[in-house]
């Protein structure tokens, strides 16, 4: 059983309050204190981080080498709530770095075969998976899960683990429009990027249209350039941990001092080396720039 102290008692993590109000009361099993012990023993976890995780909901975007590993770590992390999105189907070039597949898997579609994987490892954990790529006219359906949640003043994120820049700038519109959170990873070659993006609580750091305008022209990614499996582990993990720290409220005390959000970081997998950058929000992005926007109150607010 954890030593920290029980949901009765408030307990601060970085201003944020958790307290058994949050919760109805709940608390963590004595199965469920076993299994997440490690994380629980973590002050800026405890039993009320881990029960906040319980209620999370995360959508997944992409269920190629980022994707599958993400999925991984957060379910069995105790997330509570997944929802998996890829039309593609497993291909003999995937498993060398996408190991939560093997050669049984190829021919049939990524998300199902990871919803069924991931039900097995982390039964705890509901997991949906929807066969079909995300556009700007599917995004309503595919983040249907995680809005219901969120509307239930639950912790939300998107992560998006595609290798597309159409579908990341659906992605990216599609959060900004529903006052999402997303976490963005990429790696082509021996070259990784990673950024979080939360217009409600951090909105001076833009968006990845800020980033890289749609009219940009994009020519890498690992299935022209090339990649080593550990390079897409370590992404996945640093967006998993990512996603994990801005779910449990980690480093959120305010704007100026954030290290998670407004950070761009580059990976040189030949050096093992990472490099990051400040970001701002572009004052004529046409996806996040100045607008009236909803937080989840409903009440409208200029940024």
């Not at 709940?26 to 976890?45: C, G, N």
């Given at each position: 059983?954890?030593?920290?102290?029980?949901?009765?008692?408030?307990?601060?993590?970085?201003?944020?309050?958790?307290?058994?109000?949050e919760h109805c009361g709940h608390t963590l099993s004595d199965a469920d204190f076993m299994r997440y012990s490690r994380q629980v023993l973590?002050?800026?976890?405890?039993?009320?981080?881990?029960?906040?995780?319980?209620?999370?909901?995360?959508?997944?975007?992409?269920?190629?080498?980022?994707?599958?590993?993400?999925?991984?770590?957060?379910?069995?992390?105790?997330?509570?709530?997944?929802?998996?999105?890829?039309?593609?189907?497993?291909?003999?070039?995937?498993?060398?770095?996408?190991?939560?597949?093997?050669?049984?898997?190829?021919?049939?579609?990524?998300?199902?075969?990871?919803?069924?994987?991931?039900?097995?490892?982390?039964?705890?954990?509901?997991?949906?998976?929807?066969?079909?790529?995300?556009?700007?006219?599917?995004?309503?359906?595919?983040?249907?899960?995680?809005?219901?949640?969120?509307?239930?003043?639950?912790?939300?994120?998107?992560?998006?683990?595609?290798?597309?820049?159409?579908?990341?700038?659906?992605?990216?519109?599609?959060?900004?429009?529903?006052?999402?959170?997303?976490?963005?990873?990429?790696?082509?070659?021996?070259?990784?990027?990673?950024?979080?993006?939360?217009?409600?609580?951090?909105?001076?750091?833009?968006?990845?249209?800020?980033?890289?305008?749609?009219?940009?022209?994009?020519?890498?990614?690992?299935?022209?350039?090339?990649?080593?499996?550990?390079?897409?582990?370590?992404?996945?993990?640093?967006?998993?941990?990512?996603?994990?720290?801005?779910?449990?409220?980690?480093?959120?005390?305010?704007?100026?001092?954030?290290?998670?959000?407004?950070?761009?970081?580059?990976?040189?997998?030949?050096?093992?080396?990472?490099?990051?950058?400040?970001?701002?929000?572009?004052p004529h992005c046409d996806v996040c720039g100045p607008k009236e926007v909803h937080s989840s109150s409903d009440k409208p607010?200029?940024?």
């Amino acid at each position: 059983m954890s030593k920290n102290p029980p949901l009765a008692h408030a307990e601060v993590l970085c201003g944020h309050i958790h307290s058994n109000n949050e919760h109805c009361g709940h608390t963590l099993s004595d199965a469920d204190f076993m299994r997440y012990s490690r994380q629980v023993l973590l002050p800026e976890v405890g039993e009320a981080g881990q029960l906040q995780l319980a209620d999370a909901g995360v959508a997944i975007i992409g269920l190629g080498g980022l994707g599958q590993l993400a999925a991984q770590y957060l379910a069995c992390a105790g997330i509570g709530s997944l929802t998996l999105i890829d039309r593609d189907k497993v291909e003999v070039s995937n498993l060398p770095r996408q190991l939560l597949f093997n050669d049984a898997d190829i021919g049939l579609n990524k998300a199902r075969v990871a919803k069924k994987k991931l039900n097995g490892i982390a039964p705890h954990c509901t997991v949906a998976a929807l066969e079909t790529a995300f556009n700007a006219a599917t995004s309503a359906h595919h983040l249907a899960d995680i809005l219901h949640i969120k509307q239930q003043g639950k912790r939300v994120l998107v992560l998006d683990c595609t290798d597309n820049f159409a579908t990341r700038q659906a992605i990216n519109r599609s959060c900004i429009e529903a006052a999402l959170p997303l976490v963005s990873a990429s790696i082509a070659a021996f070259s990784g990027q990673l950024f979080a993006v939360d217009q409600m609580q951090f909105p001076s750091g833009g968006c990845y249209h800020c980033i890289f305008p749609a009219q940009t022209r994009v020519s890498q990614s690992c299935s022209t350039q090339g990649v080593l499996g550990p390079s897409v582990g370590v992404m996945a993990s640093m967006q998993s941990l990512v996603a994990m720290q801005l779910l449990l409220n980690v480093d959120r005390c305010d704007e100026p001092k954030n290290a998670l959000l407004g950070r761009f970081w580059r990976f040189d997998a030949k050096s093992l080396s990472w490099t990051a950058a400040i970001l701002t929000r572009d004052p004529h992005c046409d996806v996040c720039g100045p607008k009236e926007v909803h937080s989840s109150s409903d009440k409208p607010r200029k940024l």
